[in-house]
C-alpha cells in the first residue's frame, strides 16, 4: 500500500502540472479575491475524489489541518476551512475542482470540458492504483479526515454500503484506513 500511494501521489502531481499548463494556455483572469471560495454565495460546491483529499491532507502539517469545528464553521459560513482570509492556504494542494474553477466570465467555455477529461484522468489513478472511489463534497470529506481517530495515519478514504453520514444529498458513508508512505512526513 505504502507504495502505491507514493506513485499515485506522484502520477496526480503530474496531471495537477498538465493541468496547470493547459489552463496557462487558456490565460484565464483570476482576481484573487477568493469569491469563488465562498462555495454557497457562488451557487456551487466543491466535489473532490476520496484520493485528492487525503493526498492534500497527508501532505499537511498537523497544525494545518482542520478540526472538525473549523471544518462545520467553514460550511456554516458557505465556505472552505483553508480560506481564513482572501487567500487560499493550501493553494499548491488544492484538488483539481479549485484547479479549474475561474470566475473570469470567459472561461466558462472550457472549463467544464477540461474538468471532464481530467476528472476522468483522476478516476483512472484510482483503477491503476487500485485506490477505492469516492466522489463527494469536499467539506465532508474534510470533516470525516478530521474526525479519525487515525489522524496519523495515511488516509484512504473507501465508500462503504449504508446510510450516508454527510447529510448532504448523494453523498455516501466513507471510512478512512492505511498507513504513511515513508516519504510522507506526518
Aim: proline share 8%.
Amino acid at each position: 500500500m505504502r507504495h502505491a500511494a507514493s506513485s499515485a501521489g506522484d502520477a496526480l502531481l503530474r496531471l495537477y502540472q498538465q493541468l496547470a499548463d493547459d489552463v496557462r494556455i487558456r490565460s484565464p483572469r483570476c482576481s484573487a479575491s477568493g469569491r469563488c471560495c465562498k462555495f454557497e454565495s457562488w451557487g456551487h460546491r466543491l466535489y473532490v475524489t476520496g484520493f485528492e483529499t487525503a493526498y492534500l491532507w497527508a501532505r499537511l502539517a498537523m497544525p494545518q489541518r482542520p478540526g472538525v469545528q473549523a471544518v462545520l464553521d467553514s460550511r456554516a459560513a458557505g465556505g472552505c476551512p483553508f480560506q481564513p482570509e482572501r487567500l487560499c492556504t493550501v493553494h499548491t494542494l488544492r484538488p483539481l475542482g479549485c484547479r479549474i474553477f475561474f470566475c473570469d466570465e470567459t472561461a466558462t467555455a472550457w472549463q467544464e470540458e477540461t474538468y471532464e477529461r481530467y476528472q476522468r484522468e483522476v478516476r483512472s489513478l484510482h483503477d491503476i492504483h487500485q485506490i477505492p472511489y469516492v466522489y463527494a463534497e469536499w467539506r465532508a470529506l474534510l470533516e470525516t479526515l478530521a474526525a479519525s481517530a487515525v489522524s496519523r495515519s495515511w488516509p484512504v478514504i473507501a465508500a462503504e454500503p449504508g446510510p450516508a453520514n454527510t447529510g448532504l444529498p448523494g453523498s455516501v458513508s466513507i471510512s478512512i484506513h492505511g498507513s504513511p508512505p515513508r516519504d510522507v512526513p506526518s
